[in-house]
């Protein structure tokens, strides 16, 4: 497991290409009498299936490097109920992402996504800029929301369904622009 750090927050990077990828999706819709061995969206070969569950793993190490390092930060003392319930119910997400990006590395030839309509750069983008919110991110409630739709991303692929996908894909964006907005300076009076 290769350690990556990007340079700088990439969030606005990842979500310009993946409303780059939304407005193109339309354009990218299959069309009658497409080839049928056509591959150009996302998700649509083994290899690109696999780089998901390599990046849905690289975002299961963040979120347990995070939740460590939220738990080291009480430096022995008592962990307050309620961060222990948290930490728990991100503990148990994190296996589940685990679970799940193993089982698209084990199933990946089945897992091909037709038509998806989105580049596999911007897939890839858009989790990328997710595992280092993961890392950075403030708010613990913020983390449970990005981490659902990294779950909803890595069940929707399995599916094959480009419409479930595209839904989970959705799900991570909108949770994305919400942690910005949580960080964003407050607007100034007039």
Known sequence: MANQQPKGDTTDQAIDAFEGAVAGAAAAAPQPGAAAGESNGGLASV????????????CADQLHERIVRDIRAYEGNAVPAKVQAAARALLEDELLLRQRANGLYADAATY??????????????LTTAAAEKIRKIALIGDITGLVAGLLHLAGAAATGQAASVITALDKIHTQLKAIETHRAPAPKPA
Do not use: H, N
């Open 47 to 58: 290899a690109q299936i696999v780089e998901l569950a390599d990046q849905l793993s690289a």
């Open 112 to 125: 091909v996504v037709k038509s998806l309509g989105k580049s596999q750069q911007g897939v890839v983008a």
